[in-house]
């Protein structure tokens, strides 16, 4: 160990993209899980988030902001963690290489969703990175630190592992998952606390479940977590949720990363009745499927404090949802929204157009069922086309038409099929897009949803364009 202690010491950089899902910045939850599991006296842990303040992302994103990575050189690390996303991906990948120019015995290792299923590649094509724990990476992580930790540079052993020996690339077969959630502790959300969370929270995220049943095709969830669905106990989340107040009391709402809060109901109950009966003052922020929702249920979310729900409905064609495998029913979603402002949940829906094999008129049976429910702008989004993502059953039938595609590449690419690149600022591709028909049609559709809302997404889109042609500050 390089240190001038005896304890080793870990890194969490939570890497910037140039996107969010969200409006709020909270602490990378995925690098505090995994350092909260592995986390013993042995350990120093530090977190460096570049994603705040806001107007520093741009400069952090694939250049070296002195004064971060003079943080870096203090602290000293013996390991980095970085959690990756199609959208931050290019800059885990810049930070990698420029901490390892300067630290050239820190050893650095990626996870998270987008590196899975790409591992090799990005071994392949960063030196910087010496290791990729692929899927879920509580136990394979505690492993690496503990031999790291002892001088062992032997991997074999360690599940989900994809890593360089004797200069050849190495993909551990072994996978594994923890075989309860209820090993987990209580995420220490301390080690990001230099920067802004030194004050009181007031957002944070917290988690119920890992999983997911459902075959939608253009998500990974499924076998991202192994087909599987786990849940905490309910009396450990309100154990967190409890400290969490303690800890910060400003705090005022909590987000649940669950896949659908309300995928196995008595769950779901059991949990929102042991935050009504300790008490728990706090707005709750989810994901639902519309297939888990009744009155029952609401009328117990709205009583613990949910306050939004997510719920994914992508179509108002029968033809299409079944296409997209999303397996909801379309004749219950107007009862159960009428169910959710009668108790008072607000609830955002997210629409798909342009996805593969819809036509127009698909698309116009979604235009039909928001003006049929009259659903506010605030209430709903529409999106166009498909983001292709590793892992999904769309990337598998994009990979058959582009057999070689490459996933980490920044150079122009003429795809086959009905695919575009998704870029980010700098030309570098995120990822493929599936649109079934033209841009001029899908602005129609948009045009019979709400002149004003097509006029929104336009200018939307030409301040974005003038913007990379504006002289930097």
């Not at 196995?264 to 888990?292: Q, T, V, W």
């Amino acid at each position: 160990m390089d240190n001038t202690n005896d304890k080793f010491k870990i890194l969490l950089l939570s890497v910037s993209s140039t996107s969010f899902f969200y409006d709020q910045v909270v602490i990378p939850f995925g690098l505090v899980s995994l350092a909260s599991f592995v986390d013993y006296p042995d350990y120093q842990i530090k977190g460096i988030e570049l994603n705040w303040p806001a107007e520093k992302i741009m400069q952090r994103y694939l250049k070296v902001d002195d004064e971060v990575m003079q943080q870096i050189l203090d602290f000293s690390p013996d390991m980095v963690a970085m959690s990756t996303y199609a959208s931050n991906m290019y800059n885990c990948l810049f930070w990698a290489d420029a901490i390892k120019r300067k630290l050239p015995n820190c050893f650095i290792v990626a996870g998270g969703n987008h590196v899975s299923y790409i591992a090799k590649e990005c071994l392949s094509k960063c030196d910087g990175i010496d290791a990729v724990v692929r899927f879920e990476g509580e136990i394979p992580f505690k492993m690496l630190c503990e031999k790291r930790l002892t001088g062992n540079t032997d991997f074999e052993d360690v599940p989900n592992l994809t890593w360089r020996k004797n200069g050849e690339i190495v993909e551990n077969q072994k996978t594994i998952l923890l075989d309860s959630l209820e090993s987990l502790p209580i995420i220490n959300r301390t080690y990001f606390s230099s920067q802004q969370t030194s004050k009181s929270l007031t957002h944070a995220d917290v988690i119920s479940a890992r999983g997911c049943p459902f075959h939608c095709t253009f998500c990974d969830c499924n076998h991202y977590w192994q087909k599987t669905h786990r849940t905490r106990g309910a009396e450990s989340v309100v154990r967190e949720l409890t400290l969490l107040i303690k800890d910060n009391p400003d705090i005022k709402s909590v987000r649940f990363r669950d896949e659908s809060i309300t995928l196995k109901k008595p769950y779901c109950m059991a949990l929102c009745k042991s935050i009504i009966d300790n008490g728990i003052n706090l707005e709750f922020h989810a994901h639902s499927r519309l297939d888990g929702l009744d009155e029952e249920l609401i009328a117990t979310l709205a009583e613990a404090g949910f306050k939004l729900l997510f719920i994914g409905i992508e179509s108002g064609s029968e033809r299409v949802l079944k296409n997209l495998k999303k397996g909801i029913r379309l004749d219950r979603l107007a009862p159960n929204l009428e169910l959710l402002r009668k108790y008072g949940i607000n609830f955002r829906l997210s629409f798909m157009s342009s996805t593969p094999g819809e036509t127009f008129f698909d698309t116009f049976q979604t235009v039909k069922l928001i003006k049929k429910l009259k659903l506010k702008r605030n209430e709903y989004y529409m999106g166009i086309g498909i983001d292709i993502y590793p892992g999904t059953e769309e990337c598998a039938k994009f990979i058959e038409l582009n057999p070689d595609y490459e996933w980490i590449n920044n150079k122009d690419i003429e795809f086959n099929g009905r695919y575009s690149a998704k870029k980010d600022p700098f030309g570098n591709i995120i990822n493929p897009k599936f649109r079934q028909y033209s841009l001029l049609k899908s602005a129609v559709i948009f045009f019979l949803l709400s002149p004003s809302y097509l006029f929104e997404r336009v200018t939307s889109v030409i301040s974005k364009k003038i913007k990379k042609f504006l002289p930097k500050k």
